[in-house]
């Protein structure tokens, strides 16, 4: 049963720390998508990768995060640094090109 | 702009009554369609897609849902809730001028006893 696996689950860190959050996506999967979650902002896509390369990243804020892919078995989001108003669920997802998502299970990160 | 509207944040329902949780799109071109559900503390799951062909498409745990194309509207219904289908739900369309996906802003479904 093929997943996408996300660490850490969860992750509480102080106030302009470095945070870097993993995803491995569905073997075979050429597109990989980072999602932020808040109860006041729901579901926010912040980027967005076909064939590792980044082809939207419009919703990130460009000044303190950062995303990659080294290769096509891991996707990274980095947060540099953090700031309280992080603090939010980091879903990533995998699929093949405009077919469905498959989601992770999220990092919960707080950001004190 | 492109955009998804789930107008109900939350929908209450009675077990064994038929649901329905309300989706309309405005996305540009032939849009795909999809339906994600979430559980409290956990990814957003898949249940259904429209891609073309049949309007009524059936999806996981007994869930359809039916598209309109003149409405722009992709509902998805069940026909007896269950409790276990209490969560929140969300439709999604991927669409648009960059193949984007759109995601509505989530309905919570609550199914009482």
């Known amino acids: 049963d093929a997943r996408v696996t996300q660490t850490p689950r969860h992750k509480v860190t102080e106030m302009g720390q470095e945070v870097t959050m993993r995803c491995q996506p569905i073997?075979?999967?050429?597109?990989v998508f980072w999602y932020r979650q808040t109860m006041m902002q729901g579901l926010e896509l912040l980027a967005y990768f076909r064939n590792r390369a980044p082809l939207d990243d419009s919703g990130m804020p460009k000044d303190r995060f950062s995303a990659e892919m080294p290769d096509a078995t891991l996707a990274t989001l980095k947060i540099q640094p953090s700031e309280p108003r992080d603090s939010a669920v980091y879903f990533c997802?995998?699929?093949?090109?405009?077919?469905?998502?498959?989601f992770g299970p999220g990092t919960r990160l707080t950001v004190t | 702009a492109q955009s998804v509207a789930q107008p109900e944040d939350q929908v209450n329902v009675a077990e064994g009554n038929p649901l329905t949780v309300k989706c309309t799109y405005s996305v540009s071109g032939n849009p795909y369609l999809f339906w994600y559900v979430q559980y409290p503390n956990r990814g957003l799951q898949f249940l259904l897609k429209y891609i073309t062909g049949d309007n009524l498409v059936k999806g996981s745990y007994g869930f359809e849902a039916e598209f309109n194309k003149s409405q722009t509207s992709f509902h998805l219904k069940k026909p007896s809730a269950l409790v276990s289908d209490s969560a929140l739900y969300f439709c999604a369309v991927r669409g648009g001028n960059f193949n984007k996906f759109y995601f509505g802003s989530g309905t919570k479904l609550n199914v009482k006893p």
């Open positions: 997802a995998s699929g093949l090109a405009t077919y469905e998502q498959y």
């Open positions: 073997l075979g999967h050429n597109t």
